[in-house]
């Protein structure tokens, strides 16, 4: 069997390189994390945040819906909808928007408020700027000729964001918006989950997320105990543009 040996002079040299480099790294790091949070610390809440809900003391709140895919659940909710007269707001993704004409024509005839949910379903932090307005962008192209109208609003895939990416969206003309109440039905939890997680969190100028999607399966069916329980609450429904001039946009973490 045959040894190697390696002289001391190199293993130290070795070593020592190695341990630079775990040093520089470890500092790299240190100062673009740290460096991050000490920028965005500095910038308006507007830019450091996500619109969340509204400021105000009146029953109003916004029903929002996110669609990526399918053809089922989507038309199910809009019928539902529209059906009672109801006000919504759908943040439509480019893709599904592109292959629906039909249905947001139906949409914007109901007069239903739509909004971009962006194009590829990736977190927008891990983008570079240029990429999320990119993103931004080429849903921004098919909603405006499909229904005529210049969308304003983004909700970033799952809810990803950081001040980078609502700058970026900003620097489009787009407002990043999340939500004040998750209905958990993107979880398919149970009708009587769903239906709870709304009633129980609503709160006056609330933005609340649901889904419309085909992968969510419950969605229909606790859509219309939502709306008449909140209808016995005292609620109105708008859509996001109506329910900011009820109060001030209140953007937080």
Not at 19 to 34: F, K, N, P
Not at 170 to 186: A, C
């Amino acid at each position: 069997m045959r040894f190697f040996t390696i002289p001391y002079r190199w293993f130290f040299r070795i070593t020592i390189s190695l341990a630079a480099l775990a040093l520089t790294l470890v500092a790299w790091h240190w100062g673009t994390t740290h460096g991050y949070r000490s920028w965005a610390a500095t910038l308006p809440v507007q830019d450091r945040y996500s619109l969340r809900d509204v400021n105000t003391t009146q029953k109003v709140a916004a029903l929002t819906f996110d669609i990526s895919w399918g053809t089922v659940m989507p038309a199910k909710v809009v019928h539902i909808l529209a059906e009672d007269h109801v006000p919504a707001t759908f943040f439509l993704s480019g893709p599904w928007a592109k292959q629906n004409s039909t249905l947001i024509h139906e949409m914007v005839r109901d007069g239903f408020e739509i909004e971009s949910h962006g194009w590829a379903h990736v977190n927008y932090s891990t983008l570079a700027d240029s990429a999320i307005e990119a993103n931004i962008m080429k849903t921004n192209e098919v909603l405006k000729s499909l229904t005529g109208q210049q969308a304003t609003f983004i909700r970033p895939p799952n809810g990803d964001f950081n001040a980078r990416s609502i700058l970026a969206a900003r620097s489009v003309g787009y407002t990043t918006v999340t939500w004040g109440t998750d209905s958990l039905d993107w979880m398919n939890p149970g009708v009587a989950t769903i239906i709870s997680r709304v009633l129980t969190r609503i709160h006056p100028g609330d933005i609340v997320l649901l889904h419309a999607s085909d992968t969510c399966k419950q969605t229909d069916l606790a859509l219309p105990t939502i709306l008449r329980q909140l209808s016995a609450k005292g609620y109105r429904l708008v859509t996001l543009k109506q329910l900011l001039t009820y109060g001030t946009p209140n953007y937080r973490g």
